[in-house]
């Protein structure tokens, strides 16, 4: 008899993901190249195909860990099947990051799989789903800046560097805002099962608004300075300039013209 959490169409890679490793694949190979006729939508493509592709690596990370603590339930939903389309809300855990990331080069979290909790036992698993999707942000900026912090970059094109600089920061943006225990974000999941019953109904309320409230903070100047101040440390720690980072968006914005005069040290 087979299982819901071992039923092979539950378990296998939708053809739209595999569609975006494609996109990811040629946006990409076209950036490298360096055909300047193509290589701002290049970069344009290349950073979208691969920031919706995080995404679906991190809902999937959430789905993946409930399976193992005892969700089954996640298997017949599609969240292992890497489909976007399967998500509980597409508007929020891929069109809006995307257009967040067109609009202000900003990684804006995602989270929109459906957890049933109450198949789950032990504070520590429901801890680690809640942290396994910015987990997966975190690891993904590792690797994309892996050529930087190796000493790599030797022969790599300038745009594709850029990109990868810019990508790392939407990777690192999306893991630092959403390990902020803030209700509605998985950084407040990881702590709430160790939280009394009392404050966890307290702070039920504020989770639909949970991202308006972190943004509305960051239009304060202060704590917008204190944010970009400490995501420019993490990608210097991890071997990318600003310069590399600010490039990147250029190169993205491509109708905006691409940039001139590109000099990265």
Known sequence: MTSASTHPEHHRISPVFIGLVAIMGVSGWAVWSGLAEVTGVAVFFFVVSTWIVSLCLHEYAHARSALRAGDISVGAKGYLTLNPLKYTHALLSIVLPVIFVIMGGIGLPGGAVYIERGRISGRWKHSLISA?????????????????????????????????????????????????????????????????????????????????????????????????????????????????????????????????NVFVP
């Open 132 to 260: 396994a999707g910015p987990l997966t942000n975190a690891l993904f900026a590792v690797l994309l800046t892996a050529p930087f912090w190796l000493g790599a970059m030797g022969n790599v094109p300038v745009a594709f560097r850029c990109a990868l600089a810019f990508l790392a920061l939407l990777q690192v943006t999306a893991a630092i805002l959403n390990f902020l225990p803030v209700p509605g974000l998985d950084g407040f999941g990881v702590i709430e099962p160790w939280l009394s019953q009392k404050t966890r109904r307290q702070a039920e309320p504020f989770a639909p608004f949970g991202l308006l409230i972190v943004f509305g903070c960051l239009w304060i100047p202060e704590v917008n300075s204190v944010f970009w101040d400490g995501i420019d440390a993490v990608l210097r720690a991890l071997g990318v300039s600003d310069l590399e980072t600010y490039f990147g968006l250029e190169y993205f914005r491509f109708w905006q013209g691409e940039p001139q």
